[in-house]
């Protein structure tokens, strides 16, 4: 990275309900996005997500993870 320059780098998921974007980024970072009461008993997203994650240069990149659900996405 230059002198001076900040990056800032945000990497999103996308994919259908069910296809492990909450669990990769469980796996990536150590931190589990779904937090509400009604995500954690119904073992699905319903609200956007967000966790901190290292890149190899050392830079703090923000993962995002979206919803699968066609119902949570506006």
């Known amino acids: 990275m230059s002198q001076g ?3 800032h780098v945000i990497i999103g998921t996308a994919g259908h309900v069910d296809h492990g ?3 990769l980024i ?4 150590g931190r589990d ?3 509400l009461k009604e ?8 609200d ?4 901190p994650f290292r ?3 050392g830079e703090i990149a923000g993962v995002v ?6 119902r949570f996405i506006s």
């Open 5 to 7: 320059r900040e990056r």
């Open 21 to 23: 974007k909450t669990a």
């Open 33 to 35: 996005t779904d937090r």
């Open 55 to 57: 890149l190899p240069g």
């Open 39 to 46: 995500e954690k008993e119904r073992g699905i997203s319903i």
């Open 65 to 70: 993870d979206v919803p699968g659900h066609e």
């Open 26 to 29: 469980r796996a990536l970072t």
């Open 48 to 51: 956007l997500g967000f966790a």
